[in-house]
């Protein structure tokens, strides 16, 4: 599941690139979490848990359905 995660990742990070900031995966759980990083302009972002959840979560569970929840470590 974990390779899975990194190439839905790899359709959010242009975006998140764009705005000077990225993503980093931390693990994948057996459970379905996903824990990843939010980095440069992204870490510490007022919208930073917008965009986790209304993009890179929505996007991850869209590519890969058995992704339960992101959370940001």
């Known amino acids: 599941m974990k390779e899975l995660v990194k190439k839905a990742l790899e ?20 459970d379905g979490v996903v824990k990843v990083k939010l980095t440069g302009a992204c870490h510490g972002c007022p919208m930073s848990q917008m965009t986790l959840k209304m993009g890179i979560e929505k996007i991850l569970k869209q590519q890969v359905p058995s992704i339960k929840e992101v959370v940001s470590v």
């Open 11 to 30: 359709k959010v990070r242009p975006g998140l690139q764009a705005d000077g900031g990225d993503v980093e995966l931390i693990d994948v759980t057996d």
